[in-house]
């Protein structure tokens, strides 16, 4: 008998009128669970109850929301295997990064835990005789908050967290293929004592769930991070009703290699970057941009350590690459497979596997000898594919690396401390990685893009306040 879940709503666990299977995709015979799926009248019951919470929760002493956020964030790191165990059941990243991503949300959520103690204010002199400024954040309100499902518990993590330190109460729609991380973490939060209604679990569809989230007027503000499709339809839906936004989307995030890097360094993280976690993050190094001189000897030794990987069942100790996440994904990067090929690439890897049980298995994909034009290093593929593309020097890398859409991350493995400061400076993108993957980031300083992948302030560390809070100004005269 599969276990039944259900979501979360005004503090009651409430059933569905529908359940869910949650495949793993590493074994299609092994379901982990059965999640329940709200209706949209369930979003709206969960928006209401949002609502109602909000005044209490908004004005609850820092030390209330702290002593909540820190039990949250030391349950998960105790937890930090069964809910890695979990992670990797359901999404199929190895075992040791569904470990270190549980990790993750635990130190999340306690570094949020010490954001509620520290939103403090200011006050200015008035340019007015007798008069004093203050200025203060408070929360916004009812947030919905809208997630992917290639980081299951982190991304979840790094919305509810600040949502709920800054004194807002919430409303949650995880990814229908990861409901199991998602339930994981509302456990938590009602063990820890959150007060009903101040946040609230709607597991679903988007096409139900999120658009009745993002339709009602009871929302006030939305929290995205998702693809550049489902992205633009939220942001008119927004603008319509007037409600705050932020939205973290898609990346083609290049990675430059100079003639002057080291070549294992340079290795090691296009190796990472690329294919780890399948090559399913929004920050995957997925053009690998490199200099006429170290071309060859780049190639082969990148194609030496993939041919190496070893790919297979996320949960087996010593897997390297688990498998894709679902069928449509995999059609995908086939799809994109067969076209690098047609666009004239030379692809190495890049076929179907076969393990011991029936699972998404896809070896990494290397697309040699492509060019910027082509739509495999102009469109985000999301599966363990990435491109190399050829440039002559460094001036004909950055504007290669800059000739994209997205301005996710971006990524140089150069010993020259002039071309490194200068890449920092002019990649046009939220994050730069030098002698790094384009992967990989810390949780306490803050995460996010430009150009067509992100929209809104950023999130993660004190600079999420800008999105979670609303700044009054108070004048007084004495
Ligand atoms: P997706 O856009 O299909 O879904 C994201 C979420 O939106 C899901 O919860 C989904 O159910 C919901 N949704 C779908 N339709 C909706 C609608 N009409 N209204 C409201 N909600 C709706 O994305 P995905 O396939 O889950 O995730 C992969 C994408 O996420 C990739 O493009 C990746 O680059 C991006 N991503 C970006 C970041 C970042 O920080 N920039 C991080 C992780 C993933």
Partial sequence: MVERHDNLIGGEWVKGSEYAPNVNPS???????????????????????????????????????????????????????RLGTLLSREEGKTLPEGIGEAARAGQIFKFFAGEA?????????????????????????????ITPWNFPIAIPAWKIAPALACGNTVVFKPADLVPGCAHAIAEILDDAGVPAGVFNLVMGRGSVVGEAMVGSPDVNAISFTGSVPTGRRIALACAESGKKLQMEMGGKNPMVVLDDADLDTAVASAVNGAFFSTGQRCTASSRLIVTEKIHDRFVDAVTNKVKALKVDDALKPGTEIGPVVDQSQLDQDLRYIAL??????????????????????????????????????????????????????????????????????????????????????????GMVMVNLPTAGVDYHVPFGGR????????????????????????????
């Fill in 27 to 81: 074994d299609l015979s092994d379901v982990a669970g059965e999640y329940a799926r709200a209706s949209a009248a369930d979003a709206a019951t969960a928006i209401a109850a949002a609502k109602e919470a909000f005044h209490g929760w908004s004005r609850a002493t820092p030390q209330v929301r702290f002593e909540i956020l820190d039990a949250a964030g030391t349950r998960i790191l105790a937890e930090k295997e």
């Fill in 117 to 145: 103690l520290r939103l403090g204010g200011e006050t200015i002199p008035s340019v007015r005789p007798g008069v004093g400024v203050e200025i203060t954040r408070e929360g916004v309100g009812v947030v919905g908050l």
């Fill in 340 to 429: 690098a090929k047609e666009e004239g690439c030379e692809v190495i890897g890049g076929e179907r596997l076969n393990r011991e049980t029936e699972g998404y298995y896809l070896s990494p994909a290397l697309l040699v000898g492509a060019d910027n034009s082509m739509r495999t290093s102009r469109e985000e593929i999301f599966g363990p594919v990435a491109s190399v593309i050829k440039v002559a020097d460094y001036d004909e890398a950055l504007s290669v690396a800059n000739d994209t859409e997205f301005g996710l991350s971006a990524g140089i493995c150069t010993t020259s401390l002039k071309a490194a400061t200068d890449f920092k400076r002019n990649a046009e993108a």
């Fill in 451 to 478: 150009k067509g992948s992100s929209q809104g302030p950023r999130e993660q560390g004190a600079y999420a306040r800008e999105f979670y809070t609303t700044v009054k100004t108070a004048y007084t005269q004495a």
